[in-house]
Structure formats: structure tokens, C-alpha cells
């Protein structure tokens, strides 16, 4: 199976900062590596696909780089609806497709 | 919009089968361009893929669950079910139904709001 990692598992920001969240791959995965939001209670939604691509109606403070083993989830003028868990996945290939283990965003 | 909504018994003992339903609305189970797929979430862990079914039955499963893991379709409710056989407290999870595309490049969308399993006596 591939192995996600992902980097800090916690961290603490204000409103209005810059945050990210790297994620790395235990083997070559291409852009195939997706990013999910979760809020306490409630179940993920997706917020990049295929890497870099926004999806629908998420807000362009998110965006997404990276391809390969090592990626990265940006939020530009953090907001109080983004503190939350973010979750990267896989969808390289065949399945089993995995998760990171989760980085959650906490107010300063 | 496609919605999904899982159900079943929320305490399941020990040994014992742990049986959900998906049910579909906004869209079919029947359609040729998507997976559904369960997705379970321990309590305060991460979350792990469990299985996926097509439209014409096809499953693939997560290899540590393969040995107890069946997913199965309705397409006359518009429905999919997951039956976990065997099950201990390390099965006590929140389960989520969700779809994927069908294609090369895919991802979890959308999402049930999920179902707590407690596994217990």
C-alpha cells in the first residue's frame, strides 16, 4: 500500500495568516492526490482534486501544489470557518486508496 | 444534487456481522461512471478506505479487510450495503458511504454524513 504522511498533525494560526500543510507519499503517485476538509461531526469534503485543481464552489484561498512524493495544501488569509482536520489522499492506480493521517488547524 | 444517507444498528456485539445501507437519492447506483465506495473513521483516528462496488457488481476490496468485507448493490432501492463479518472493537468506527468517478483521476464525492458502529457486549 502506499503510505501518506503528512506534516505538522497540529497547528495553531490566527485569522488571517498564511497556512500550510505538507504531504508526502511513500512512492511516486503523480498529481493523483487529493485534499479534504473535515469539521468536527460532520463528514470530509473535498477541496483539491488531482493535486492543484479547486473544486467546486471552494474558495480560491485554497489552492494545492506539488507532484511525485511531496505535496502541499496552502490556505492564503486563513478564515474562522477553516479551523478544522485536512486530510490528503492517493488515487493513484489501483486501489487500496489511503489517507494521511490528518493535520487539524487550531486557533491561536 | 446526489445526496447519500447510511443506516443500520449503531451497537453490534462481538463475533458478530456488522450490516449498513447506503440509500441513494439525486442519482443512480446503476450509473456506468461512478464507484461507491465505504469509507470507515476509528474514533479519533484517521480515516480508511474499506471496499467499492460498480455498477455491474464489480468489487475491490481493502486488502486488510478482504477476508470479512462485502459490499453489495440494490439497484431496485438504489441502494448499497456493507457486510463486516467477525467483527471486535477495533471495527468501532463512524462508516461513511461515498462515490467516486469512475475514471483515472477520481475522488470522494460527495459523502453520507455517516453512521457511528459500536462494537460491544
Known amino acids: 500500500d502506499i503510505q501518506m504522511t503528512q506534516s505538522p498533525s497540529s497547528l495553531s494560526a490566527s485569522v488571517g495568516d498564511r497556512v500550510s500543510i505538507t504531504c508526502r507519499a511513500s512512492?511516486?503517485?503523480?498529481?493523483?492526490l487529493n485534499w479534504y476538509q473535515q469539521k468536527p461531526g460532520k463528514a470530509p469534503k473535498v477541496l483539491i482534486f488531482?493535486?492543484?485543481n479547486l473544486h467546486s464552489g471552494v474558495p480560491s484561498r485554497f489552492s494545492g501544489s506539488g507532484s511525485g512524493t511531496d505535496f502541499a495544501l496552502t490556505i492564503s488569509g486563513l478564515q474562522s470557518a477553516d479551523f478544522a482536520t485536512y486530510y490528503c489522499?492517493?488515487?493513484?492506480?489501483?486501489?487500496?486508496?489511503?489517507f494521511g493521517q490528518g493535520t487539524k488547524v487550531v486557533i491561536k | 444534487q446526489v445526496q447519500l444517507q447510511e443506516s443500520g444498528p449503531g451497537l453490534v456485539k462481538p463475533s458478530e456481522t456488522l450490516s449498513l445501507t447506503c440509500s441513494v437519492s439525486?442519482?443512480?447506483?446503476?450509473?456506468?461512471?461512478?464507484?461507491w465506495n465505504w469509507i470507515r473513521q476509528s474514533p479519533g483516528k484517521g480515516l480508511e478506505w474499506i471496499g467499492y462496488?460498480?455498477?455491474?457488481?464489480?468489487?475491490n476490496y481493502s486488502p486488510s479487510l478482504r477476508s470479512r468485507v462485502s459490499i453489495s448493490l440494490d439497484t431496485s432501492k438504489n441502494q448499497l450495503s456493507l457486510s463486516l463479518t467477525a467483527v471486535t472493537a477495533a471495527d468501532t468506527a463512524v462508516y461513511y458511504c461515498?462515490?467516486?468517478?469512475?475514471?483515472?483521476?477520481?475522488?470522494?464525492?460527495?459523502w453520507g454524513p455517516g453512521t457511528l458502529v459500536t462494537v460491544s457486549s
Open positions: 462496488i460498480d455498477f455491474e457488481g464489480g468489487t
Open positions: 489522499q492517493q488515487s493513484y492506480g489501483a486501489p487500496p486508496w489511503t
Open positions: 461515498t462515490r467516486a468517478a469512475a475514471t483515472i483521476r477520481n475522488y470522494f464525492d460527495p
Open positions: 512512492q511516486n503517485i503523480g498529481s493523483f
Open positions: 439525486g442519482g443512480s447506483v446503476s450509473s456506468n461512471s461512478h464507484y
Open positions: 488531482g493535486a492543484s
